[in-house]
């Protein structure tokens, strides 16, 4: 039974890792994380005026970096202010133009798999 669990884990994991990769792919460059270039699900506004990922620039704000990724400029904070609307707009393009992507890269798996 505990093999079982571990390969239906395995599997939820790789279908996830599929689904995001092609997400990432054809995201709006605009919905994406400029550090790690990966489509945003908790975007936050900077100092600098950008919208990163929350964990990548907390990350970045960590490993003890107190400057712009983009700029390279002296930040006067480090504080992140949700940004409420690139959220909704990346939701809302998850929901409807990524899942009609997904969905078609999905069928076009399953022709070659037969």
Not at 18 to 31: R, V
Not at 56 to 80: Q, R
Request: glycine residues 4%; contains cysteine; hydrophobic residues 30%.
């Amino acid at each position: 039974h505990k093999n079982e669990c571990v390969s239906q884990s395995q599997q939820l994991k790789a279908a996830t890792d599929a689904t995001q990769e092609i997400l990432n792919k054809h995201a709006p460059k605009d919905f994406c994380d400029p550090i790690n270039f990966d489509l945003m699900t908790d975007p936050v506004v900077c100092a600098d005026g950008n919208t990163y990922e929350r964990s990548t620039i907390e990350t970045w704000f960590k490993t003890g970096n107190t400057t712009s990724p983009l700029t390279g400029v002296e930040l006067e904070s480090t504080s992140l202010i949700p940004n409420v609307l690139m959220r909704k707009v990346i939701l809302s393009w998850r929901e409807n133009e990524g899942a009609a992507l997904v969905e078609a890269a999905k069928k076009g798996s399953q022709r070659y798999e037969r």
